[in-house]
């Protein structure tokens, strides 16, 4: 019986993907490419005007674009994909590019941004931050991501708060701390709290000098001596009580929202949570605090669209799209409806995107460390890496174990994913 019903889901699942195969002969008409995403709501309404914008512009190529749940979507797209049916084009991170890679799957866009017909001039130097670097980070000259928009951490505070005891916004983690202990003691409440401690202990790494991964060897490339002491400092300010983590909430934007943390790392999209106190104070958004002026960093959260391999014909209309969404004028009217940064510097210039930041507190904070926007090597086993240090902070944050022997831990977990 169980096997019947596997063979029975399967089958449902390959009907679902009929209209999605792909062809390998040329057509008479425009090149139809597909475009997967989760998008709902009005970022559903807005990608298909894009689409259809796109679509009447010329007569070369017709994107259409599916909509897929969001629950199962990155098992359901590698099964489509292996299984010949999936899209041409979808938005992925570079940890799934990695893995991507492995498997021989994705197009190298280099070829086409460096075609004098149809490429893009000034391609590397108009991304914003080091996004050239990321999408880049796997083989010498081969593009494997466009990227369109940015999202990535902002300081959201409670600004009546901070008022009422003439505090400053802090700049750095120290500044940080003396704040997080003066709200502490006023109020009996943490002063900070991060949503995602994974990436603020990566990003104290990083601010202070030490490397991550070491992609060639496939081994961590951490310096001790500064993991060891940061894991330590935030663990003490956990304990402390001026620190605090999400916990049960798995979001801060809740417990910010009602008064429980004064301040708190979050996405920038995640703006309109951090608001909703129904008017009990004023929020505002900053630049998270930096370590080191030297190493400047915030995560690179945006991410960026790919595209599988089936046909040169498919390939080159998909990245035909990608380079018009990528143009300035797109770029900046994707951002501002789906709330982000756009991924190019002219993309940035545009009025509609400067009309924008001036009416979202997050996106204007972003913009303000638009120039700090870095990225860590993401290789299989990297994800695996992640889940490591969540398990490391842990452990010394709350089961008194000791920094250096949760970070050993950590270290030897993480290089055990890295080579398996």
């Known amino acids: 019986m169980k096997k019947l019903i596997q063979i029975t889901l399967a089958l449902i699942m390959a ?132 990227p369109i928009i940015i999202t990535s951490e902002v300081l959201f505070y409670n600004k009546t708060l901070f008022d009422q005891y003439n505090l400053s916004v802090p700049t750095t983690w120290e500044e940080l701390e003396t704040v997080s202990r003066t709200l502490y003691e006023k109020t009996g409440k943490p002063g900070f709290g991060t949503d995602s401690a994974i990436d603020t202990f990566q990003g104290l790494l990083v601010q202070n000098g030490s490397g991550y991964i070491d992609a060639k060897n496939k081994k961590m490339a951490i310096n001790d001596k500064v993991a060891v002491d940061q894991l330590t400092w935030f663990s003490n300010c956990i304990k402390e009580g001026i620190f605090r983590l999400p916990g049960d909430d798995y979001y801060l934007s809740g417990p910010f929202c009602s008064g429980a943390v004064a301040s708190y790392i979050g996405s920038s999209a995640g703006v309109g949570y951090a608001t909703q106190n129904n008017g009990a104070f004023e929020v505002a958004a900053a630049p998270i605090p930096q370590a080191d002026s030297q190493h400047p960093y915030i995560s690179s959260w945006g991410g960026g669209y790919v595209c599988f391999k089936s046909t040169d014909e498919r390939a080159e209309a998909a990245y035909k799209f990608l380079k018009w969404f990528s143009q300035a004028e797109n770029a900046a009217e994707w951002a501002v409806h789906f709330g982000a940064l756009p991924a190019y510097k002219d993309a940035m210039e545009q009025q509609v995107f400067k009309d924008y930041i001036e009416t979202n507190i997050a996106i204007k904070a972003l913009y303000q460390q638009k120039d700090a926007v870095n990225w860590l090597n993401s290789i299989n086993g990297s994800a695996g890496v992640r889940t490591a240090i969540d398990k490391m902070i842990s452990e010394a944050c709350f089961n008194n174990v000791e920094p250096l022997k949760a970070y050993n831990d950590m270290i030897a977990s993480a290089n055990n994913e890295l080579n398996q």
Request: proline share 3%; aromatic share 12%; charged share 20%.
């Open 15 to 146: 009907l679902s993907f009929v209209g999605c195969s792909k062809d390998s002969g040329k057509t008479d008409g425009p090149v139809e490419v597909t475009l997967w995403h989760t998008y709902t709501e009005h970022h559903n309404d807005f990608i298909n005007q894009m689409i259809d914008e796109f679509n009447n512009s010329q007569t070369e190529v017709k994107v259409i674009a599916v909509q897929q749940p969001y629950q199962d979507y990155d098992a359901n797209l590698l099964q489509a994909i292996r299984n010949g049916v999936g899209p041409d084009i979808c938005s992925r991170f570079a940890t799934n590019v990695a893995d991507y890679i492995a498997d021989d799957l994705l197009v190298d866009f280099g070829p086409y941004l460096a075609d004098k017909k149809i490429g893009i001039a000034n391609f590397k130097d108009n991304l914003a931050g080091d996004l050239y670097g990321e999408i880049t980070q796997w083989n010498d000259g081969a593009v494997y991501m466009i």
